[in-house]
């Protein structure tokens, strides 16, 4: 019997990134302004396109590109979407921002957030399906998929409506399986895992705001944020994806919980935040925890995008809009009812798109920004070069949240991809100050 598989701790489904978020367009030699373009590659959630949004003027525009590793993850990526561009009127800001993280970040979700999850699928079931040419809303553009892409998108959504009923997963012993197989023989000693998890390695690369009981609670059952009162016993089927494993010479698809189990979803928008206030500490412990952080961070993010909305409104509280939404009984917000946003589009690219867009002459030399995840290095090639724009910077997310890689292997991972990057002919941006979370590049200069 094993000692369990240390490998499988961040799992094989990128839920959420391993990075805070990121204004991408103040990475690098110069603040990007005017028309920019974006490319994200692997990025697993909308942390880093919310807050680029977040710090634009009036007058930029921002289109960004993604490309993701699953058709369930860009399912994910376009709920989350949608949840984050539902208008005040319809949804309070502070009710919105709650339910976007307990859909982001719990395995087990109130039936109140379920229904509200059943709701934004079936308008995305029917964006994908049924607009061929143009997008139904800018920000949740789909066109450029395959045909075969759409299809297993629409089937995704349609299982999040109406789940299996005959082979129900429980998300509970789904969670359960994966603690067994990444921890073995140390199963009976959890709590100790978990404890130097956090305290030896989160607590010592800065991430001091998560709480134990919190960060222990998820580890334990997949539960990142309880803010209301409820009962948190839902699968929350957006987490769920098919594994293909190998029994007995046949490939079997197996149904379950595969992704993260040891960063946690606290990591994108809850360790670091500009309200300095947020990150006190009193007798050297954290008087806020990193889901407090997580709701001033994320609720910041959405009140940005209502005053970037395109069609203005009469301005509503939390109180009148939550008011509203009670007394209509939570009708469905269709996709024309979301925010516009002024000059920003967002437009998902086939899975294999990244080795294809050189081969194209609308992306030579296109992109301003290019940023690529910790489990998407293996994607970079020479050709990258052909599609980045002369100033253009890449942005390579590192192996620091990545618990279980020892330093050596960190190490090893940072070295990878300065090779990698001077093989496309990118060198490091030296005037750069190094974050140890992501590395910076710059094309070569000739």
């Known amino acids: 019997m094993s000692a369990g598989r240390a490998s499988e701790g961040a799992g094989c489904v990128n839920w959420w990134g391993f990075s805070p978020a990121r204004d991408l367009l103040r990475m690098g030699p110069m603040k990007l302004e005017g028309e920019t373009n974006v490319l994200l590659v692997g990025s697993g959630d909308p942390r880093h396109i919310l807050k680029t949004v977040a710090g634009l003027q009036n007058t930029d525009r921002l289109h960004v590109w993604v490309i993701e590793n699953s058709m369930e993850v860009v399912a994910r990526q376009l709920l989350l979407l949608y949840l984050a561009l539902i208008p005040p009127e319809s949804m309070g800001t502070n009710e919105k921002t709650e339910i976007f993280l307990e859909v982001f970040g719990n395995a087990e979700i109130r039936s109140q957030t379920e229904e509200t999850l059943r709701l934004v699928a079936s308008q995305l079931a029917l964006c994908v399906t049924e607009t061929l040419e143009t997008a139904a809303h800018p920000c949740l553009n789909t066109t450029l998929l395959k045909f075969k892409e759409r299809d297993e998108l629409a089937r995704i959504l349609k299982t999040w409506i109406q789940p299996p009923s005959s082979s129900p997963i429980s998300m509970s012993k789904a969670w359960d399986y994966r603690v067994r197989q990444h921890l073995g023989l140390r199963y009976d000693s959890k709590r100790g895992c978990f404890d130097w998890d956090l305290s030896m390695k989160l607590h010592q690369k800065g991430c001091g705001v998560i709480n134990k009981q919190q960060y222990v609670q998820w580890r334990e059952r997949g539960l990142a944020f309880e803010m209301r009162e409820g009962v948190y016993q839902t699968t929350n089927q957006s987490l769920l994806s098919s594994r293909v494993f190998r029994q007995k010479g046949d490939r079997v698809a197996v149904r379950g919980y595969w992704g993260d189990i040891v960063s946690s979803p606290y990591l994108s928008f809850g360790v670091e ?154 060198e490091p941006w030296q005037e750069g100050k190094s974050d140890d979370v992501h590395a910076l590049f710059v094309p070569q200069r000739k």
């Open 273 to 426: 935040t500009e309200d300095k206030e947020l990150l006190k500490t009193q007798n050297e412990q954290h008087i806020k925890t990193a889901q407090d952080v997580s709701l001033a961070n994320v609720n910041t993010l959405f009140q940005w995008l209502s005053s970037r909305r395109g069609c203005p409104s009469s301005p509503h509280s939390d109180a009148e809009a939550e008011e509203a939404s009670k007394q209509s009984d939570r009708q469905p917000i269709t996709i024309n009812d979301l925010i516009h946003l002024n000059g920003i589009s967002v437009t998902f690219l086939p899975m294999d798109s990244l080795h294809k867009l050189p081969q194209k002459q609308k992306y030579s030399h296109f992109f301003n920004t290019i940023y690529v995840s910790a489990s998407c290095v293996h994607q970079l090639g020479p050709t990258l070069r052909q599609i980045a724009a002369p100033d253009a910077v890449l942005v390579v997310e590192l192996a620091k949240y990545i618990l279980d890689l020892n330093k050596e292997q960190e190490a090893g991972f940072a070295e990878t991809v300065a090779s990698i990057a001077l093989k496309a002919e990118f």
